[in-house]
Structures are given as C-alpha cells and as structure tokens.
C-alpha cells in the first residue's frame, strides 16, 4: 500500500524558509515522477513543483528561483525546499506521485495528507 506523508511545515514570517519532506513507503520515489502541489483558502489546487524518475525539475513560474525540489533516494523521500516565503504561499502542502514506473505521466494518482504552511507578513 502506497503512503506518502509530508512534514515540515508551520508559520513562518515573510522572507523565511521552510523544509517540507515527504515520506514514501509501499514505493521507491526514485522510479516515479514526484511533485508538490498546495491549495490555499478558497482557491482551487495548483502545481508547484515536480521532479521525475529522470531527475528533470519542473516548477510553478510563482515560485522558481525561491523552491527547489530535491530527492534522496537512500530515504525514499522527496523535499521542497522554499525560501524567500511570501504571505501568497500559505496553504496546505500536498506531495503526490504517479502511479507508473518510469513513465512521461503527469498523471498524479498517489496523494498525501497534506501540511499547512502559514506566511505572515
């Protein structure tokens, strides 16, 4: 069974940092695309970064050059780095992973439960 759990997150102050991690089990994330998605309040679900089986990066234009995704293999996780956090950021945080191997899928079919991460101004 496929579990992702992502942790890291919290309030911070505008112009701070965040790690958020996400913890896989039932699959190895160094065989599958990975992304970071969020949703804030009232608002619909976007793309924010991904990383593939390949290692090709992919991020949201409101976000590059402040958040880099990043993988370790040996913990079969998936990071996000953010920095430079502005009080748009704030949302809950959801990593998801598609569900074939070594694919072009963008498919994302595996989510997790998501962690909130509040930027004040």
């Known amino acids: 069974q496929v579990q992702l759990v992502e942790s890291g997150g919290g309030l911070v102050q505008a112009g701070g940092s965040l790690r958020l991690s996400c913890a896989a089990s039932g699959r190895t994330v160094s065989r599958y695309n990975m992304g970071w998605f969020r949703q804030a309040p009232g608002k619909e679900r976007e793309f924010v970064a991904s990383?593939?089986?390949?290692?090709?990066?992919d991020y949201a234009d409101s976000v590059k050059g402040r958040f880099t995704i990043s993988r370790d293999n040996a913990k079969n996780t998936v990071y996000l780095q953010m920095n430079s956090l502005e009080p748009d950021d704030t949302a809950i945080y959801y990593c998801?992973?598609?569900?074939?191997?070594?694919?072009?899928?963008?498919?994302?079919?595996?989510w997790g439960q998501g962690t909130q991460v509040t930027v004040s101004s």
């Open positions: 998801a992973s598609t569900r074939e191997s070594y694919s072009g899928s963008a498919h994302y079919y595996y």
């Open positions: 990383i593939t089986w390949s290692d090709i990066t």
